[in-house]
């Protein structure tokens, strides 16, 4: 958690003064490591790369959020996904800063269900699962 809040925006150095937080926060980042450093630098290639299929394909319904103060993901680059994705619903949360979901986890899990009981949330048919270089998505 120390190193996370090095370069955090103000909200999440606030949330991780809570020893729960914290101690969540923690968990996470060694459960992310358990296996080893392989799934971040996964991630980090995937991110530098075009994405298969481009985010102009994503016909399901779609909603990012991102904390308006968030230090690890520039707004601006979650604006432009947003704008590349069709009908993609983009929420900046005021004031907070990379680990939002910490206090709004609700809120996307209540947007999930609604879309999940609406059927927009169901991909085409057409559309070939995702894929990486070391096999499934899934």
């Known amino acids: 958690a120390y190193i996370a809040s090095r370069r955090a925006a103000r909200s999440d150095r606030r949330l991780m ?72 619903e983009l929420e900046l949360i005021p004031a907070a800063g990379h680990f939002w979901i910490a206090q709004h986890f609700r809120d996307v899990l209540g947007w999930l269900a609604r879309e999940d009981r609406s059927g927009r949330g169901t991909p085409s048919e057409e559309i070939e699962p995702l894929t990486t270089e070391h096999g499934s998505a899934d």
Do not use: H, Y
């Open 17 to 88: 003064r809570d020893r729960r937080q914290r101690a969540s926060l923690g968990r996470a980042f060694a459960d992310g490591l358990r296996a080893g450093t392989a799934g971040p630098v996964i991630d980090l290639r995937l991110f530098r790369k075009r994405w298969k299929p481009a985010p102009e394909c994503i016909v399901c319904a779609t909603k990012l959020w991102i904390g308006a103060a968030d230090r690890n993901v520039p707004v601006g680059v979650a604006m432009r996904l947003a704008r590349r994705i069709p009908s993609c």
